[in-house]
């Protein structure tokens, strides 16, 4: 189950629109597989959305209506949309979908607004949505949910969890589950999941690695292959620390919040024990009191009648003073009835407030006999140190939560000093990397130098001896010709020799 809330609206038409056609526009319906309303008196949504609109049109009527004070400005946004995700494959009935609607708009406190829903099942998941008026349809008063995005994933994870289902949800499950045992597991789980989808997307390079690799040619050769396995390794031994830590961390708070609250119940057990006596007495003398409020209330009323009926049957003449005012009394009472009970409890919540400052200061108890104040004292005495005087709980409270206080700054300083230390090591890391990758583009660089010297070496060296095998070739022309003409005339002379 994944609840979700949207922005707040101010167009129930177009809200309720949305939620009962198609994407396309308002023609269609196809994606839609039921639609219903709560506390409206039709079952057509569109009449609906004009329903909720005049709501919150007129909720300044309703509120004077209700004897409510206008105060605070109109909302202009009246509208509230959530909607209700369940895991793909689930298939949850109409009256499923309902039940988990009414009981979420419920836990909101929307549960007396007009609403309509709007169940859809063109996704893999069936979702439902929600179109909730904030203005109460009786008072007229707005209702604003505080936290609600953390009320909506809280309630889903119970949710999930009757059905068995929270493990689709690790993190979530992870975050809103009270008992330490499966929290432990759900945040295994949350762990393992967030390291599959790291492996997934082992793809995608952080910024620091290609920033660092800029320039880098040659990424078939084997030293490219060597620095990028390197700092790979490093890399994942500095995330999978990061992780451990942040966890560690967690864990340490969670320890300390549930130890320090465990010293605060004690030292408020303590004083509620060692002062058990004064505290049931006091208690006693409430209980006392009520009692005898309801046996005041239960006989007044007969009483009041009764002396109301006297008078009635009693001349004018020859009424006195006891017969007089017995008619408003008895009017006076019942229109006051039911304010007595809220009068006489916030009498005795004052009355306990400075019963529990005095002992939490402690104070001498009023009304208390004298023999029980220097009783109580003198344990006081017993029980302090050399100067007589016994810390109040107030000032032992104190004094535990500046400890407290003390305690929590020392594991938030050790903290930050283990987060810096890692911090640091990333540094370095990303540092060497640097240092790495600009060593090898430097070695490349180097190398593609020689090697063009080479080529050039090469290709000097080619022209020579392209010139002087050119020049080899003529010359030998040359001394060919030249041995050729010599033996011409020598055969010409010796022929003229011959044949002289």
Do not use: C
Not at 111 to 126: I, P, S, T
Not at 262 to 288: C, P, Q, V, W, Y
């Amino acid at each position: 189950m994944t609840p979700n809330a949207a922005k707040k609206g101010r167009s129930f038409k177009g809200a309720v629109a949305y939620i009962i056609h198609d994407p396309d526009g308002a023609k269609t319906a196809e994606r839609v597989l039921f639609t219903e309303t709560r506390n409206l008196r039709t079952d057509d949504p569109e009449k609906a959305a004009k329903v909720m609109a005049y709501t919150a049109q007129h909720a300044a009527e309703l509120k004077e209506a209700a004897g409510i004070k206008a105060t605070g400005r109109k909302t202009d946004a009246p509208v509230y949309h959530l909607s209700l995700s369940w895991v793909p494959g689930e298939k949850p009935t109409q009256t499923e979908m309902m039940e988990a609607g009414t009981a979420i708009l419920e836990k909101l406190g929307y549960g007396e607004h007009e609403a309509v829903f709007a169940a859809h099942g063109d996704k893999a998941h069936m979702h439902l949505h929600i179109i909730v008026s904030r203005i109460h349809p009786v008072t007229g008063k707005t209702h604003n949910p505080k936290d609600d995005q953390n009320i909506l994933q809280a309630w889903g994870h119970e949710y999930d969890k009757a059905r068995g289902m929270e493990h689709h949800s690790p993190e979530r499950a992870a975050k809103y589950e009270k008992d330490p045992e499966k929290k432990a597991e759900y945040q295994r789980m949350a762990e393992e999941a967030r390291q599959r989808k790291g492996a997934a997307n082992g793809n995608s390079k952080p910024r620091a690695d290609w920033e660092a690799a800029i320039g880098a040619t040659h990424p078939k050769s084997r030293k490219y292959q060597e620095i990028k396995a390197e700092y790979a390794e490093r890399v994942k031994t500095l995330s999978d620390e990061g992780r451990s830590l942040a966890l560690r961390h967690k864990e340490e708070w969670a320890e300390l919040k549930t130890a320090q609250r465990g010293e605060l119940k004690d030292l408020a057990n303590d004083f509620r024990r060692s002062h058990a006596t004064e505290i049931r007495e006091f208690m006693r003398g409430l209980r006392n009191e009520r009692a005898e409020f309801r046996r005041e209330e239960k006989s007044r009323p007969e009483r009041l009648e009764r002396d109301a009926g006297i008078s009635a049957h009693t001349p004018v003449g020859q009424q006195g003073a006891e017969h007089r005012d017995n008619l408003a009394r008895l009017f006076n009472d019942q229109v006051l009835k039911h304010s007595r009970p809220a009068a006489l409890a916030r009498e005795q919540k004052q009355k306990k407030k400075e019963f529990f400052e005095r002992l939490e200061l402690g104070y001498p108890l009023p009304g208390r006999e004298q023999n029980g104040q220097q009783n109580m004292h003198s344990r006081f005495r017993e029980a302090a140190g050399p100067d007589g005087r016994q810390p109040s709980y107030r000032q032992e409270r104190a004094a535990l939560l500046a400890e407290q206080k003390e305690e929590r700054a020392e594991l938030k300083e050790q903290q930050q000093a283990e987060r810096a230390a890692l911090q640091q090591k990333w540094a370095e890391m990303n540092d060497d990397r640097s240092k790495a990758w600009e060593a090898y583009r430097e070695r490349r660089a180097a190398q593609e130098k020689e090697e063009s010297r080479d080529t050039e070496r090469g290709r000097t060296r080619g022209d020579t001896e392209r010139v002087a095998e050119s020049g080899r070739i003529d010359s030998g022309r040359a001394d060919s010709g030249r041995f050729e003409g010599r033996n011409d005339g020598g055969g010409r002379e010796r022929g003229r020799d011959f044949g002289g």
